[in-house]
């Protein structure tokens, strides 16, 4: 199902990059250096590319914050980075997408915190893309229902690779063969 506007086409100058609570609370999770080293890869990218990147963190005080693997960029060169207590990013005191009206996510826990930021997105008729491979929980189980579940509700699944190379639109530039390198 599709919420009329979530498989058009993205472009670096709508988009922006949600990373979800990819924080060291949660580097017990069996999944958590996959998810983190692919959230990495995504954040180089859109660093690569202009995209700007929000990176939530849920409760800092306990769960610590966003993971190095992550490799955040400093706050305010395209960066920005939100505390929060509630669930949905987009809820958080400090959340902007900046005009923005396409946005790839990712982080953890699929069925929790993404799900209900990327719930809130599609409700304000904003287009979403899920990046699978950076994205967990700390059971397989959530994660699988989590991601159908945004699948059923309009969001578009889809990997690294496929976003990144999204967001170029062409091979032979700059930027292109910049993006090339974070993906092999």
Known sequence: MSNGNSTRFFDRRSTALVVV???DGFRSYDTFA??????GRM???ATILGVPVIATEQYPKGLQHTAPEV?????GDGVTVVEKSVFS?????????AGRNQVLVCGIEAHVCVAQTVLDLLDRGV???????ATGSRHANDREV???RLDRAGAVLTTVEAALLELCERAGTPEFKAVQKVIL
Do not use: K, M
């Open 146 to 148: 989590g991601l159908q």
């Open 21 to 23: 609570d990819v924080q």
């Open 34 to 39: 996959e998810v983190a080293a692919a959230a």
């Open 127 to 133: 287009s979403v893309q899920v990046v699978t491979d």
């Open 71 to 75: 490799g955040l960029p400093e706050e």
């Open 43 to 45: 954040v180089e990218g």
């Open 89 to 97: 990013a987009v809820r958080a005191d400090g959340f902007n997408l």
